[in-house]
T-cell receptor
Framework: GENVEQHPSTLSVQEGDSAVIKCTYSDSASNYFPWYKQELGKRPQLIIDIRSNVGEKKDQRIAVTLNKTAKHFSLHITETQPEDSAVYFCAAMGNQGGKLIFGQGTELSVKP | GAVVSQHPSWVICKSGTSVKIECRSLDFQATTMFWYRQFPKQSLMLMATSNEGSKATYEQGVEKDKFLINHASLTLSTLTVTSAHPEDSSFYIC?????????????FGPGTRLTVL
């Protein structure tokens, strides 16, 4: 089955700096890669996603890149703000009926 | 956007009792729903796929006789934790793909915090 590895597990940046989180997946059939932000005790919130027919997608300060050959995708947050502090999860979905497999999570801390 | 609700939002029970958690799609029909479990400071782990009108599909290592799933209608899936023990204490989250717009996107319920004493 699919396996998703996420790094780093913790990331601390200064306000205004960029943050990059990386994920790799194992199943070459996976074709949908969402990123979620989760605050303590809350549900995951979709912040951006990318499908396998696209190499890059950007939404304001957030961008995601996908390298299908290498089977890895990355989240880029620019001009970080304290309110970006949260746990971020990557995930991958293959062609097995919509199952999402999550990475281990990255705890992002943005220091003012 | 699509809305998924869960009930209860939190529950405390005694060891050995059973607890039922409901997941509802409020403004769309969901033939498939997913159940996840999340321990503190860990990731979401897929437990099972709930299929309307048929048996659930469980992930490897998840006991189907302990985590009973029923998907009796197109808007409701229930997860029953039978004979709960302290190690079952966790955050349980359901999700459902609405099937319109972005077909892949899933909408998550707010989660249920289960504490077994």
């Amino acid at each position: 089955g699919e396996n998703v590895e996420q790094h780093p597990s913790t990331l601390s940046v200064q306000e205004g700096d960029s943050a990059v989180i990386k994920c790799t997946y194992s199943d070459s059939a996976s074709n949908y890669f969402p990123w979620y932000k989760q605050e303590l005790g809350k549900r995951p919130q979709l912040i951006i996603d990318i499908r396998s027919n696209v190499g890059e997608k950007k939404d304001q300060r957030i961008a995601v890149t996908l390298n299908k050959t290498a089977k890895h995708f990355s989240l880029h947050i620019t001009e970080t703000q304290p309110e970006d502090s949260a746990v971020y999860f990557c995930a991958a979905m293959g062609n097995q009926g919509g199952k999402l497999i999550f990475g281990q999570g990255t705890e992002l801390s943005v220091k003012p | 956007g699509a809305v998924v609700s869960q009930h209860p939002s939190w529950v405390i029970c005694k060891s050995g009792t059973s607890v039922k958690i409901e997941c509802r799609s409020l403004d769309f029909q969901a033939t498939t729903m997913f159940w996840y479990r999340q321990f503190p400071k860990q990731s979401l782990m897929l437990m099972a796929t709930s299929n309307e009108g048929s048996k659930a599909t469980y992930e490897q290592g998840v006991e189907k006789d302990k985590f009973l799933i029923n998907h009796a209608s197109l808007t409701l899936s229930t997860l029953t934790v039978t004979s709960a023990h302290p190690e079952d204490s966790s955050f349980y989250i359901c999700s459902a793909p609405p099937g319109f717009g972005g077909l892949d996107e899933q909408f998550f319920g707010p989660g249920t915090r289960l504490t077994v004493l």
